[in-house]
């Protein structure tokens, strides 16, 4: 069985707000965990590139040790924080990126951006030093909540606009807080997208569900200790017990939310 550590990270910086500081890192912390990475032996992959060497696309194969790294949403400090440190250690990494929430989406801005994010150029830059950009919708709301018309917007209209404005491909997404069903994965499918992350918080494998990886959180509580027992796979349930009780706990919360929905509609 090949096993992967996702790492999941959000903003990267030393003044995070109250809203993002939960799931920051400081640039110390990310430096010192991508130098972790590359002494011990990782071999560094986009999401794409794993799920191409998995399937075994034009006779890729998957290292030994494999590390996949990935942004969630867009922040303006992956541009000044985390992209010099990826340069520095040449780790490349994906970028899930929120459309409406770009600095300069102008008529296409939608939701609430958390802080400062990227603008169109500054991922567009990203693109070109090897950086993979994906989809994590347009609005970022809670895609197992939507009606199948808004979910399928938020879908296509993210997808659309990431191709158009960074000029290539976006074949991988990952889900609003990482939650989905299979109703939204059978929309991520039709929407023309290949693989997409969940959190989990455990170590991906090549028996999951490609729409469906699971990730590992990397945040302010991580300390290089912890980091180190996840990304070798090393009592990874006990260290993200707290996340997966919680997480399994509001799973249950959000279907009887939606099948209440479906209720009041018909009523």
Avoid at 81 to 92: E, G, I, M, N, R
Wanted: charged fraction near 25%.
């Amino acid at each position: 069985m090949i096993r992967v550590p996702i790492l999941m990270y959000h903003s990267v910086t030393d003044t995070p707000n109250d809203e993002t500081r939960p799931h920051s890192v400081r640039p110390s912390d990310l430096d010192e965990q991508l130098a972790y990475l590359k002494e011990s032996g990782f071999t560094p992959l986009t999401l794409g590139d794993l799920v191409a060497a998995l399937n075994k696309i034009d006779g890729r194969t998957v290292p030994e040790k494999p590390v996949v790294v990935t942004f969630d949403d867009g922040y303006a400090d992956f541009h000044s924080q985390a992209l010099p440190l990826l340069d520095k250690h040449s780790f490349p990494a994906t970028v899930f990126l929120t459309s409406g929430w770009v600095s300069d989406a102008g008529k296409d801005a939608a939701g609430r951006p958390l802080d400062d994010m990227l603008s169109w150029g500054q991922a567009r830059e990203a693109a070109q030093t090897g950086i993979e950009i994906g989809g994590h919708s347009h609005s970022h709301p809670q895609l197992d909540q939507l009606r199948v018309e808004d979910l399928r917007q938020e879908l296509r209209r993210n997808k659309g606009l990431l191709e158009e404005k960074i000029g290539a491909p976006v074949a991988t997404m990952a889900y609003p807080y990482g939650y989905s069903s299979a109703r939204v994965r059978r929309e991520v499918r039709k929407a023309g997208y290949f693989a997409a992350c969940a959190v989990s918080n455990t170590i991906a494998a090549d028996r999951h569900d490609m729409l469906a990886i699971p990730r590992l959180t990397v945040g302010k509580g991580t300390t290089i200790n912890m980091f180190k027992r996840a990304v070798e796979g090393n009592a990874v349930p006990l260290i993200y017990l707290r996340e997966r009780i919680l997480t399994k706990g509001y799973a249950v919360v959000r279907r009887t939310r939606y099948g209440l929905q479906r209720v009041r509609r018909n009523v």
